[in-house]
């Protein structure tokens, strides 16, 4: 048995702000943009992942939820609470020029880390914490 992470979810609280990071800056491709009960459904994706989507959701996507949970979750995200998401990349010092060029918010420039990876980190448009990393030995 066989088992593959198919999708994750990252919380946005602007999806044209998100796109315009993670199409535009990232080189993600866009897969889905849908509109759900007032909600919106987007996925983006390595070309190089195909079976891996990337779920740009609002900050808390029930629609259900109450309006103090919703408020909650946004000032979470705003605070930069929320898990982020780490990358793989094959040149991190690449990755960072072309993030920091773009004017991406930066939280850690390029460091060989003592557990084994060379990695930089930034903020989203949204506040969460994305790192692109790269091992020793890859």
Same mark, same amino acid.
């Given at each position: 048995?066989?088992?593959?992470l198919?999708q994750?979810f990252i919380?946005?609280?602007?999806h044209?702000?998100?796109l315009v990071f993670?199409? #535009? /800056?990232l080189?993600?491709?866009?897969?889905?943009?849908? *509109?759900?009960?007032?909600?919106?459904?987007?996925t &983006?994706?390595? !070309?190089?992942?195909?079976?891996?989507?990337?779920?740009?959701e609002?900050?808390?996507?029930?629609?259900?939820a109450?309006?103090?949970?919703?408020?909650?979750?946004a000032?979470l995200l705003?605070?930069?609470m929320?898990?982020?998401v780490?990358f793989?990349?094959? #040149? /991190?010092?690449?990755?960072?020029?072309r993030?920091?060029? *773009?004017?991406?918010e930066?939280?850690?420039e390029p &460091?060989?880390? !003592?557990?084994?990876?060379?990695?930089?980190?930034?903020?989203d448009?949204?506040?969460n914490?994305?790192?692109?990393?790269r091992?020793h030995?890859?």
């Amino acid at each position: 048995m066989n088992i593959n992470l198919s999708q994750c979810f990252i919380a946005v609280d602007d999806h044209d702000e998100a796109l315009v990071f993670y199409r #535009d /800056v990232l080189g993600l491709e866009v897969r889905n943009d849908v *509109a759900f009960e007032g909600m919106r459904w987007v996925t &983006v994706g390595s !070309p190089a992942q195909p079976d891996v989507d990337i779920v740009l959701e609002p900050p808390l996507a029930d629609p259900n939820a109450s309006s103090a949970d919703r408020r909650t979750m946004a000032e979470l995200l705003a605070k930069g609470m929320l898990r982020g998401v780490i990358f793989a990349t094959d #040149d /991190v010092d690449a990755t960072f020029e072309r993030i920091s060029a *773009a004017g991406g918010e930066v939280m850690q420039e390029p &460091v060989d880390q !003592p557990y084994g990876v060379r990695d930089c980190a930034f903020r989203d448009p949204s506040g969460n914490m994305l790192r692109f990393a790269r091992s020793h030995g890859g």
